[in-house]
DNA sequence: TGTGTTACGTTATATTATAACGTAAGAAAG
DNA sequence: CTTTCTTACGTTATAATATAACGTAACACA
């Protein structure tokens, strides 16, 4: 590490911990703005996709936005379930579950490069019947 | 059956037929101009919406795109490998598989009601070393 | 200290998606 | 058949998300 683009990321990090859920990048980069107001779209979104290709970060495809990454050292592939109620977000992770499901991708001699399983729910919270947040 | 609704969507599902593989919103809309040029985004998506309630058509999050559902009669949780270089989508079903993720997602009381499963990778003719497009 | 690479700043624009509101078409009841 | 209700549509406008292009500054490495 130490690499260039290490602060920018790093800045973009921190503002994905401070808050423990997703944030649209344009979330982010209000927050940051506010240190420094000429950061622009495109510095946000180069240091998100740096972060993502490190695993630091993962996009929320269906929900259009970001969270970081709560496991430690974790690269790949971790299924998100995203609460529809409070927008809670949980990762887990099941290397063999992921195997049978390129397993199953993979049967017509698809070859699996990059895993997207995100499942929409309510969580233990909202599910109970008592509105959480 | 045959309620309101049904032209604007059989259109909008007979442009995702013809074309075998996803398409952008923008890019129905594009085709359905060609005999109605007044048609706006709304109509669009508004179709869109409904024929993937209905389970039709899978809207594929990570491509930001639509594609006609390619089982028969099948409702939910479809499981969409997409060849990075092709553009091929591969649709398959694995109830058991689900039911496994669910279980996961479920274990700490999260209860899940829509899954997204998308897979990135390269589709067999593409895989191979030749470029198949 | 020179040289190559990489991310950044900046500007502009493309792409995707929704809000709001009046209207017209179809369904259901009388 | 006509009234009434619902629902999707047309229309306009705009919001939200994302990328292109290009010059520059910082850093790595020799």
Redesign the interface.
Known sequence: MGKQGEKMQSEVLAVLCRHRGPLSAYAVLEELRQSNPKIAPTTIYRALTALTERGRVHRL??LKAFIACQCDRHQHAS?L?I??DCGAV?E?I?PD?LK???G??G??????????????????SC?TGEGAA
Do not use: D, N, Q, T
């Not at 049967?107 to 233990?124: D, Q, Y």
């Open positions: 495809e269906s299924i379930s609460c529809g949980e887990s099941a579950l049978e499901l390129s199953i991708a049967k017509s001699g698809f070859a699996p490069m990059r895993h997207v399983i995100e499942i929409h729910g309510l969580c233990v599910g």
